[in-house]
């Protein structure tokens, strides 16, 4: 097997778990239960992964009249964003499995695209934001209810209490995006 240039791999027998294998869990969830938690919740990951991403690259780079008020809902986004990756990363490993990392692991599982690397106008990236937030959101309460028809309470409640965060945060975004905020692009035409 070749090796991608950019990744490193340590000696083999330092490796305790393959990555996108599921092991026993400490919760004594059955396995094939925890496999598809775990898969779900590596949707989640990546997808938070990536959207923090986007959302901090717009807070880095947000300017014009409203710079600050949007700059600072920005910042403590991605803080969110981070906690919210964080409790479902462990969430994996408590389930026995590996949180997906790395461009690979995230993009075999992301429900969300990578945006180019460009500079764009404020009011198309935080459409781009909005989205990715009503993406994870719609996915959240499917995996919701897949934790509960499965008898997973605690992941159930996990994701609920997150999927308060991601609706509240698309709510902010879409009042930014209001008729009455923002510079509209007819105006600057």
């Known amino acids: 097997m070749s090796s991608t240039p950019h990744l490193r791999s340590l000696d083999p027998s ?6 996108d294998t599921v092991a026993d869990n400490a919760v ?25 991403n986007q959302v901090r690259k717009h807070y880095w780079l947000v300017d014009g009249a409203e710079s600050d008020a949007v700059g600072e ?3 403590a986004a991605a803080d969110r964003l981070t906690e919210m990756t964080d409790d479902i990363a462990i969430r994996i490993h408590t389930l026995g499995g590996v949180p997906a990392c790395g461009p690979m692991g995230i993009r075999q599982h992301a429900p969300i695209y990578i ?3 460009h500079r764009y106008d404020v009011r198309s990236s935080l459409e781009r934001d909005r989205d990715g937030y009503a993406t994870l959101a719609e996915q959240w309460r499917e995996h919701v209810e897949l934790a509960e028809r499965l008898g997973d309470v605690t992941t159930g409640k996990l994701l609920r209490r997150h999927l308060k965060t ?8 879409d009042r930014y995006l209001g008729d009455e905020t923002l510079v509209l692009h007819d105006a600057t035409g």
């Open 14 to 19: 330092h490796v305790r778990q393959e990555w």
């Open 28 to 52: 004594r969830l059955d396995r094939e239960v925890a496999e598809q938690l775990v898969t779900a919740l590596n949707s989640e990951v990546s997808g938070l992964y990536i959207l923090f």
């Open 73 to 75: 809902f920005l910042e």
């Open 115 to 117: 945006e180019a690397a």
């Open 166 to 173: 991601l609706e509240r945060d698309a709510y902010v975004l």
